[in-house]
């Protein structure tokens, strides 16, 4: 999502960008030393209570959904206009996708609109398999980040597949200067390194 975003031109911030702890009060404090900040973005995964869950241990809730502090103003709008361009991709949406939940705590100590979306159980045996699947996170995180560039105002871009596969391979972390490979601006030298680095990444 941020990968997308950043090229529309959009900014962002992850309050979290490695699998440290950071305490709720911490991302809200991020987030609100942001000045400007347009929309404040909690992602997740839903879970259901053992009381909930067969004997087999899976439950039988599942689906994409998104909370937000009331449903009115701009938190509504942003949560409708992500969830417009969500429906088609992810696989099960509850039948109620947008909820009010005015007691969590990155809802009610942000200042700008949030949202925070489950993608979906990882009780669920069904959701697990999808989120598992990188194709179908692809798909969701160019969905989600579709409406977040809508309600943000921002017109969609579509990317060519030279664009898509160095953001791909930067995201891995084998190469650098992605803006330079999109360019085509590269030696012999930095060729024969993309080779020896794309090697050891396979088994």
């Given at each position: 999502i941020k990968a997308i975003l950043e090229r529309h031109g959009v900014a962002v911030t992850e309050t979290r960008t490695?699998?440290?702890a950071v305490s709720l009060a911490q991302r809200c404090k991020i987030a609100n030393n942001i000045r400007g900040l347009d929309?404040?973005?909690?992602l997740h995964s839903n879970a259901t209570g053992t009381l909930s869950t067969g004997s087999d241990g899976w439950g039988n809730a599942r689906?994409?959904?998104?909370y937000v502090y009331g449903l009115s103003g701009a938190r509504y709008k942003a949560a409708k206009t992500i969830l417009a361009s969500v429906e088609g991709v992810a696989p099960a949406i509850r039948s109620t996708p947008i909820l009010a939940k005015p007691g969590l705590y990155v809802l009610a100590h942000t200042s700008a609109p949030a949202v925070l979306?489950?993608?979906g159980f990882h009780t669920s045996r069904e959701d697990v398999a999808y989120l598992k699947d990188s194709a179908y996170r692809e798909k969701l995180a160019a969905?989600?980040?579709?409406?977040i560039l809508e309600n943000l105002g921002v017109a969609w871009k579509e990317v060519s597949e030279l664009d898509a596969a160095v953001d791909k391979l930067a995201a891995a972390g084998i190469i650098d200067s992605?803006?330079?490979?999109k360019k085509l601006d590269f030696t012999e030298n930095?060729?024969?390194l993309l080779i020896i680095k794309?090697?050891?990444t396979l088994k």
């Open positions: 490695g699998g440290e929309l404040f973005v909690s689906g994409w959904e998104c979306i489950e993608h969905a989600e980040a579709r409406g992605p803006d330079r490979w930095s060729v024969r794309m090697a050891a």
